[in-house]
C-alpha cells in the first residue's frame, strides 16, 4: 500500500515535470484518494515537482511553452488538493502575499503573466492589477490588500522609469518599510534595480520567486 | 521589384536603427500608441526616417512594428490596422529617394497561440492581413517579419503576406543566449529556425533585438555555418542604464557598437542595421565603417572563395 502511495505521488510529480496540464488534476485526485494528507502531497509531490521544472529552465533545457505548461499542471493539482486541504479545516500557509503588474504606458504582459503563475504555483498569494498599472494604483491595491510585496514589470526603457516612480511615491507616502518591491522586464538590470532602489530583481520568473521568497522572510 | 540578391552580392546593405526609442525621444508619450503618430504626427516620422536616410541608411522600415490588430487592439485601435500601416508605409515613402528602400516593418503579436497561449490561428492569421495590405498598398519595397521569437506565428506572418502580396518578405527572429546557446524564449535553435528558412524559400532572413553588437557576431557565425542565403542582422545598443539626469541610455555607445560591424560583415551579415537604443548617430559610425572595411572584407571573400 505505502509503495503504491508513493509510486502514485512520483506519477503526479512527472506530471507538473512534463506539463501534462490534463493528467495532473486526476492524479492529485488518485493520491488523495489513496488516504494521504493533502499537505504531504503538495509537499511531497507537487513542491519538488515545481522546483524542477524552474531548474530545467534555468538550465536551458525548458523554455517558454514547458515551463508555461508546468505551472498550469501544478495549478490543476493544486486545486484539487487545496480544496481538499479546507475541506479538513487546514489552508496552505501562504508563501506571502504579493500585488503584481506592468506599469503605466506599458502594455507588455508576457513576463509579468509568466511570473504571476510561477508565483502562485510557488504559493504565494498573487493580485495581478495586469498591464499600463497606474502609480498610485500600486500603492493603494498593496495597502488595501496588504501584500507584503509589490512586484513592477516594465518591458520599455521610457516606462521601467515609472518603476521608479511607484518606489518614490511609496517614500513619499511614509509607506516604503511596510512594502518590499521587486522589479524586472526586458530592459531591467540588476544594477538598475539598485540604482532605483528597489528591494529586489530577478532575471527570469524562477529567479523572481526565489527573489520573492528571501524578500519575504527578510520582511518576516 | 527589389533585387535582394543583387543588391547585396557585392556589398552591405544598410538598414536604419531603432523607431521607438527614437519617438520617444521625438515625445511620444509613454502609454500612447506609437503607430497612431503615422496619421497625428507623420512630420515627426518623417524627420526620423530623413535623420536615418542621411546617416547613411539605404533602407528605412515604417513605423508600424506594434501595427498588428492584436497589439493596436491594447489601444482601442484593432479596426485602423489598415490605415494606420497604409500611412506608416506612406509616410516612409514619401521621404525616400531613388536608391534606397522601404521595408514594412511587421513585429509579433504579443500573444501566443496554443496550447501556450489562447490564441487560434486564424486570429492570429487575421491580425497580420490588415497590417500587409496596408504596408502593400501604401507602397514598401519588402516586408521584414522580425523580432519573432515563435516560428509558428513568423511563418502565420510570412504566409498570410504571400496571400496578399507578391512583396519580398524576409524573416528575422530574436534570439537569447542561454547556458545551452542561442535559443528564442520558445526554444527555437538556430538549426530549426534555418531550416524551415530554407524549406519556405525566405530570401534573406537573420536574427534582431535582444542581442548586443558583440554578441549578435556569434550567432551571424552559427547561422552562416546552417546557410548560403544573405544574412540579415540587427542588434540591440546593448543593456538600458540609467543616466544621472533620470533618463535611461544604452551602454553600447555608437562607436563601440560600430567597432563590431567589420566582424559581423566577416561572421556573414550582409543585412546590417541597429535595433533598441541605436540612433542616427549609430547609423552614421555604421556608414563610415562600413565604407571603410567592408569592401576589403568582401573583396577578401571572394578572392578565398574564387568566384561567389
Known amino acids: ?220 | 521589384m527589389l533585387d535582394l540578391q543583387g543588391l547585396i552580392k557585392d556589398r552591405v546593405l544598410l538598414l536604419d536603427g531603432a523607431m521607438g526609442t527614437e519617438l520617444f525621444r521625438a515625445g511620444l508619450p509613454p502609454g500612447h500608441c506609437p503607430e497612431a503618430w503615422n496619421e497625428e504626427r507623420p512630420e515627426a516620422v518623417a524627420a526620423i526616417h530623413l535623420a536615418y536616410l542621411a546617416a547613411g541608411s539605404q533602407a528605412i522600415l515604417t513605423n508600424s512594428f506594434g501595427g498588428n490588430r492584436l497589439k493596436l487592439a491594447g489601444y482601442g485601435l484593432e479596426d485602423r490596422a489598415y490605415d494606420l500601416n497604409y500611412k506608416a508605409a506612406r509616410v516612409a515613402r514619401s521621404v525616400c529617394p531613388e536608391g534606397c528602400y522601404v521595408g514594412g516593418s511587421i513585429g509579433p503579436t504579443g500573444k501566443f497561440l496554443q496550447p501556450v497561449g489562447d490564441l487560434t490561428e486564424d486570429r492570429l492569421a487575421e491580425a497580420f492581413r490588415p497590417q500587409v495590405e496596408g504596408l502593400a498598398a501604401g507602397g514598401v519595397d519588402f516586408l521584414l517579419v522580425e523580432t519573432q521569437y515563435d516560428l509558428k506565428e513568423a511563418l502565420l506572418a510570412l504566409k498570410v503576406a504571400r496571400e496578399t502580396c507578391s512583396l519580398p518578405v524576409l524573416v528575422s527572429l530574436t534570439f537569447q543566449l542561454t547556458r545551452r546557446g542561442y535559443f528564442t524564449i520558445m526554444g527555437v535553435s538556430p538549426e530549426a529556425f534555418v531550416k524551415v528558412m530554407e524549406e519556405e524559400w525566405v530570401p534573406a532572413f537573420g536574427a534582431n533585438c535582444t542581442l548586443n553588437s558583440e554578441q549578435m557576431i556569434g550567432l551571424i557565425r552559427i547561422l552562416r555555418s546552417l546557410t548560403a542565403k544573405p544574412l540579415l542582422a540587427q542588434a540591440n545598443a546593448g543593456q538600458p542604464q540609467l543616466g544621472p539626469d533620470g533618463s535611461t541610455f544604452y551602454n553600447q555607445g555608437p562607436e563601440e557598437y560600430a567597432s563590431y560591424i567589420p566582424e559581423l560583415i566577416r561572421a556573414g551579415a550582409r543585412i546590417i542595421g541597429g535595433c533598441c537604443g541605436t540612433s542616427p548617430e549609430y547609423i552614421k559610425k555604421m556608414a563610415e565603417i562600413i565604407s571603410a572595411s567592408a569592401d576589403n572584407i568582401l573583396k577578401g571573400e571572394l578572392d578565398e572563395t574564387g568566384n561567389k
Open chain 1, 1 to 220: 500500500m505505502k509503495q503504491e502511495t508513493s509510486e502514485q505521488l512520483q506519477l503526479l510529480t512527472q506530471a507538473i515535470i512534463q506539463g501534462r496540464v490534463d493528467e495532473s488534476g486526476p492524479l492529485a485526485e488518485k493520491a488523495l484518494a489513496s488516504g494521504r494528507p493533502p499537505l504531504e502531497i503538495i509537499e511531497k509531490a507537487c513542491l519538488p515537482a515545481i522546483e524542477e521544472v524552474g531548474r530545467l529552465w534555468e538550465a536551458g533545457e525548458y523554455f517558454l511553452p514547458e515551463l508555461i505548461a508546468g505551472a498550469e499542471a501544478m495549478k490543476a493539482a493544486m486545486a484539487i488538493l487545496q480544496a481538499a486541504l479546507k475541506a479538513t479545516g487546514q489552508t496552505l500557509q501562504s508563501a506571502g502575499r504579493v500585488v503584481i503588474g506592468t506599469v503605466e504606458g506599458d502594455i507588455h504582459d508576457i513576463g509579468k503573466n509568466l511570473v504571476a503563475s510561477m508565483l502562485r504555483a510557488a504559493s504565494f498569494e498573487v493580485i495581478d492589477l495586469g498591464a499600463d498599472v497606474k502609480i498610485d494604483k500600486f500603492v493603494e491595491a498593496a495597502v488595501e490588500e496588504k501584500a507584503d510585496l509589490i512586484a513592477l514589470s516594465a518591458l520599455l526603457t521610457t516606462t521601467m522609469l515609472n518603476q521608479k516612480k511607484v518606489i518614490e511615491l511609496l517614500k513619499s507616502s511614509g509607506l516604503r518599510d511596510r512594502f518590499r518591491v521587486m522589479v524586472g522586464g526586458a530592459p531591467v538590470t540588476e544594477k538598475y534595480a539598485r540604482e532605483i532602489g528597489a528591494d529586489g530583481y530577478g532575471e527570469s520568473a524562477v529567479q523572481a520567486v526565489a527573489v520573492a521568497r528571501s524578500l519575504v522572510q527578510i520582511r518576516r
